[in-house]
């Protein structure tokens, strides 16, 4: 069955950095588009980055344009979301996304 578990988050001072990763199993990796979703607290879940199967393409919100960078590794199955000049409205639950399929999601938390 599909399986993403994320790692990577925490507590980190403002301006700070942090490296989300997802390692993924149960499914041909490198044949799928990835996604990083994150959740507030009160907030509705929100698309924060998007890659596509080979790495090509990429796609990112607004909000964190210029700040976030998704990447991929096809040979390790994992997708990654490095982070930096952290904010605090950055805080919220991250999630890996496949089509179909979600990450338990890992807390990350912007706060001095």
């Known amino acids: 069955q599909v399986q993403l578990v994320e790692s990577g988050g925490g507590l980190v001072q403002p301006g700070g950095s942090l490296r989300l990763s997802c390692a993924a199993s149960?499914?041909?990796?490198?044949?799928?588009?990835m996604s990083w979703y994150r959740q507030a607290p009160g907030k509705e879940r929100e698309l924060v980055a998007h890659?596509?199967?080979?790495?090509?393409?990429?796609y990112y919100a607004d909000s964190v344009k210029g700040r976030f960078t998704i990447s991929r590794d096809n040979a390790k199955n994992t997708v990654y979301l490095q982070m930096n000049s952290l904010k605090p409205e950055d805080t919220a639950v991250y999630y890996c996304n496949a089509p179909g399929s979600w990450g338990q999601g890992i807390q990350v938390t912007v706060s001095s």
């Open positions: 890659i596509t199967s080979a790495g090509r393409s990429t």
């Open positions: 149960g499914f041909t990796f490198s044949s799928y588009a």
